[in-house]
């Protein structure tokens, strides 16, 4: 009876899963999504998802009043701005450094406004597709000033904490082999143990992105007992990101940061806009959308990049605003001026 | 007049079609429900045109690991990686298991200790540490214990040159030289002669009396394989490799970096407590009796314990235990946390490296099962051995 039971019960599985195996798979469904752009969802919701780090001071903090502020949280509320004219139609989501490029692959968040690094493997294989560069930055090496050491080489045989699932680790490993420095990483999930086990003096360094280096020295006990080396270890882009395959929101978000960079080159601030408006230099008028039919091909209004202007600002005020002369962290702007100034900011035509 | 033939019931009022019906369709719909479940999975990734696919293995890890077991350079492929961070996981969870039963079987019977005070703080001990958060605990072990020893060049120095600083323990350790190999082989001939002798014994079959015998044998044939050795040498076949100040900082000896000390003290100590309260239970679940017979014969407590009352506990105790050391080995993954590189940190970092977060975390789920189960089966062997044989 048993081995009745036995037989009856293959065969119905094996029936089962002839039937289910062969499902002929969608060929338009491969690559694009359903054939709706996320930009249509947005529009629906009504609200942008926007995936930020949350433990950056500059880039994306909690302040005291409970709100987000720095720039990467000032990116996503101007593309909520240019689609919905209003700022605050964002929600943040903290992301750590292993979960973000799943939750945007999976369209967990819209966008991914988080300090990562525009790599050759997270456009291809990761398979994201990255804004404009909002933030050039590079790798650095923070030391204690009582510790005496001067360059790498110093650094021999010692330890050197790093966090997880960042492109630090690989950077530090190449740069210490191409040196043929052995030395002892201890790495850690959490960002803020890993600060604090090299503030105990388990490791003799730190290493990171310099922008985060000076955010984190401006939090640790003592700020002027560290040192940040003048050892620069790798480039590194920080840009916004979105899942691929989709390339009507992806346009949207590109022109969105070009258009806070164009509007610093044009000379628009938040301040003059209202004035310059009324201008009459064609450019500028186009720009603003006065006239011309700017954001047809994006699916946006004319006027999103004015939208963008009134309530966020240029690229040069978000950046003073968050990493300017007036903030603790004051990081100089360096590569990140406009191409006029001999940095690296360049946006094409708005035309 | 011919009877009729026996009528068979129709099958549809026998109820062991119906069983039968019933089991064959549980088994349908689990696995239609599986099917549908990797349907979905594959049509969502071929979506998001991502390809399943095990060949990043094969690619450069292009980061370097704070601990390695066996020899390991960026330039390896991922897979050799990956086999470091098991190493690592499994030297945790080996010393982890030995160590927690060891601790939580003295704190279970000191739990039942006649002496008042040592009861208080075997109970102090088992509640504190059953009622706060592992991760607590790790953290707690990490800041305030380990990385609040001095720095590396002012060591602390016990006694027999073990060297405590923040960056781990030292401790003594032997390595083998150039005559290891002549010491080894004698004492493999002198196993093999006692291997003869043992078995020349069995086919003699010795009377029950002189099985002790045995173990003379075997302790005078390796004391002579011994003094065969040093007489063809002249020297010990280990030397002590001690930790020592150097100009560039510590060095020799056996390295136990603060993160696995952590970890490994911090798991210890929090299954001890839960494998504690078991063997108070295991014991406590022997009658009564048992005592009182064992006091009547003239034992005294120590011998109760050990001959009558604890390999009956031992019935009670294994399924639980099992339990607790799969916890144990599962728990090892917050090694993370504290910097210590085991196959779940290993494995993240690739993850984020190459993106492929199925693979990746088919690739921990498969370890982590077949560890699990791997100690679930020798339990279980061991569980059976120690189980009421009934007739």
Known sequence: MAKWGFIVTTALLAMSLVSCGGEPTDPTAAGVGTGQSRLGTVLNRGQLICGVSGQLPGFSFVDQSGRYTGLDVDICRAIAAALFDDPTAVEFRNLNAKERFTAVQTGEVDVLSRNTTWTISRDSSVGLEFAPVVFYDGQGIMVRRSDNIQSLEDLKNQSICTQTGTTNEQNLADQMRKRGIPYQPVVFEDINTAYATYAEGRCQAVTSDRSQLLSRRSTLPQPKNHLILNEVLSKEPLAPAVAGGDHQWFDVVKWVVYATIEAEELGITSANLDELTSSSDPVVRRFLGVEGDLGQGLGLDNDFAAQVVKHIGNYGEIYNRHLGPQTSLDLERGLNQLWTAGGLLYAPPFR | ?391
């Open chain 2, 1 to 391: 007049m011919t009877r009729f033939p026996i009528q068979l019931k129709p099958f549809w009022r026998d109820v062991r079609f119906w069983r039968y019906a019933g089991q064959v369709l549980a088994v349908v719909a689990i696995a239609s429900f599986a099917l549908l479940l990797w349907n979905n999975l594959s049509r969502n990734l071929q979506q998001l045109g991502i390809q399943l696919g095990f060949d990043f293995l094969q690619s450069q890890a292009a980061f370097d690991i704070g601990e390695t077991p066996i020899a390991y350079s960026p330039t390896d492929p991922y897979r050799q990686a990956l086999l470091i961070g098991l190493l690592n996981s499994l030297r945790i969870m080996v010393v982890g298991i030995l160590l927690a039963t060891v601790v939580g079987v003295t704190v279970g019977i000191a739990r039942l200790s006649d002496n008042w005070l040592v009861r208080q703080l075997a109970a102090l001990y088992v509640e504190t540490l059953r009622n706060t958060p592992l991760l607590l605990q790790l953290f707690f072990w990490y800041f305030a214990v380990f990385l609040n020893l001095p720095a590396t060049r002012n060591a602390l120095v016990l006694p027999g040159s073990i060297y405590l600083s923040q960056r781990g323990i030292l401790l003594p350790w032997l390595q083998p030289n150039t005559v290891t190999p002549i010491w080894l082989a004698c004492l493999g001939g002198g196993l093999v002669l006692v291997g003869g002798i043992w078995f020349r014994q069995q086919q003699r079959r010795q009377q029950p009396g002189s099985a002790s015998r045995i173990w003379l044998v075997v302790l005078s044939a390796i004391a002579l394989a011994g003094l065969l050795a040093w007489l063809l040498t002249a020297q010990p076949p280990l030397d002590w490799d001690l930790p020592r100040q150097t100009g560039a900082g510590l060095a020799g000896g056996l390295w136990l970096s603060s993160e696995f000390a952590t970890l490994l003290i911090g798991l210890t100590l929090y299954t001890a407590a839960f494998i504690a309260e078991i063997v108070r239970a295991g014991i406590q679940a022997v009658p009564k009796g048992q005592w009182e017979a064992a006091r009547a014969l003239g034992l005294q407590s120590g011998l109760v314990m050990r001959l009558v009352v604890f390999p009956q506990a031992l019935r009670i105790i294994v399924p639980p235990l099992t339990s607790q050391y799969l916890n144990l080995a599962k728990n090892s993954s917050l090694a993370i946390a504290v910097g210590y590189p085991d196959i779940y940190f290993v494995a993240s970092t690739t993850f984020n490296q190459t993106g492929r977060a199925v693979e990746v975390m088919l690739l921990l789920m498969g370890t982590y099962l077949s560890i699990s189960l791997l100690i679930s089966l020798v339990m279980n062997l061991y569980n059976r051995a120690v189980q009421v044989k009934e007739r």
